[in-house]
């Protein structure tokens, strides 16, 4: 299974952006999907997470400004974010919890990361 993030970039305080994360290889299950940041001298954090059900989980940094969605059948999900702000800067990675099929045919469980994509927000 592989993750791959995209969508980051650099704008000011106050616009958007969109990130999203396309999975592939042999899954069939991805639960739940996520995404999670980290900032310069930061540990990882948790930004936001979504169910096979579309049931969201937020930080509480991001409530309200942050929308997390996902497609099914296309494997992938987003993260719409809104009113950035400078804080918000950090590089973003998305997660997932996945069930695959290893080449033999038995099922591999899995917790996947992207490779990251760099969010700047500028004041």
């Known amino acids: 299974v592989q993750l791959q993030a995209s969508g980051g970039g650099l704008v000011q305080a106050g616009e958007s952006l969109r990130l999203s994360c396309a999975a592939s290889g042999r899954v069939f299950s991805i639960n739940p999907m996520g995404w999670y940041r980290q900032a310069p001298g930061r540990q990882r954090e948790l930004v936001a997470t979504?169910?096979?059900?579309?049931?969201?989980n937020y930080a509480d940094s991001v409530k309200g400004r942050f929308t997390i969605s996902r497609d099914n059948a296309k494997k992938m999900w987003y993260l719409q974010m809104n009113s950035l702000k400078p804080e918000d800067t950090a590089v973003y990675y998305c997660?997932?919890?996945?069930?695959?099929?290893?080449?033999?045919?038995?099922?591999?469980?899995?917790?996947?990361w992207g490779q990251g994509t760099l969010v700047t927000v500028s004041s």
């Open positions: 997660n997932g919890q996945t069930l695959g099929y290893s080449e033999e045919g038995s099922i591999i469980a899995l917790n996947a």
């Open positions: 979504i169910t096979n059900s579309g049931s969201p």
